[in-house]
Each structure stands twice: as C-alpha cells, then as structure tokens.
C-alpha cells in the first residue's frame, strides 16, 4: 500500500553554489554522502550533490511532514549496489516511517536534478470485492 509520493525539482547550479560551503554540506549531507560528493569532480559534482538534495526533499515530501522534527541529515540517499539510489532514514525520519519502504528514483537534465519518493506500506491490504 502507497503512504505517501513525493517529487522534487532542483537547480543544479544554485547547489553547486551552497556545496562551497562545508556548514551546507554538514548541515545537509551525511558523513558518507559528503564523501561522495568530495569525490566526485568537475560537473558530476554538482550533479551527484543537487541529485541528492532533491531525493532527500522528495522524501520528506513523502512522508507527509516536510522537514518538520528532522533535517536533511535524517535522510541518506546513496547508491545501492547496482547504482541505484537508495535511501537510509534517521532519527524522527526513521520513526514517521516506521517498518514502511522508501523507493527513490533521481534525473539529471538540462540543469537541475529532479527526484520522486513513495513510501510503501509493507502491509498488503484487500479490500472486499477487489478481487
């Protein structure tokens, strides 16, 4: 079952903008996000970083709440092993989502990172007459 979807749109430029500055990068980004955005280079920077940011706001967005009692931070999204984006949560994020999924999916197009959320229910629910 569906909890919530959320999508996000962000200007890759204004990012790569906020990054120079290690209190944005802390504030906003995990230990192990931060190093893959310090190790990317030239544009892929940027990208990989407003990518994330993105993700990271679609996600609160999915959740109902926005960053109400929890920051950015709470929520890490870093490739799984297949390159995929996936996405850890912490904190009061954690506990909004329970035992709930979280699906990420991120793009990159002409400027700006786009990213979509949905929480998925781990419960199956059928209602009478669905079948």
């Not at 290690?22 to 980004?29: A, I, Y």
């Not at 190790?39 to 993105?54: H, L, P, Q, Y």
């Not at 996405?87 to 002409?110: F, I, M, N, Q």
């Amino acid at each position: 079952m569906i909890l919530g979807i959320g999508l996000d749109l962000c200007d890759i430029g204004r990012i790569e903008k906020a990054i120079e500055k290690e209190h944005f990068l802390e504030r906003v980004f995990t230990e192990c996000e931060r190093a893959r955005i310090l190790a990317a280079r030239g544009a892929r920077r940027g990208e990989i970083a407003a990518g994330m940011f993105a993700a990271k706001e679609a996600v609160a967005k999915a959740l109902g709440t926005g960053f109400a009692g929890f920051g950015p931070d709470a929520v890490e999204i870093l490739p799984d092993e297949n390159g995929r984006p996936a996405c850890t949560l912490y904190k009061h994020a954690l506990a909004l989502a329970g035992d709930a999924r979280v699906h990420v999916t991120v793009t990159h197009e002409s400027g700006f990172a786009a990213a979509t959320a949905i929480i998925e229910s781990g419960e199956c629910r059928v209602e009478s007459g669905d079948l």
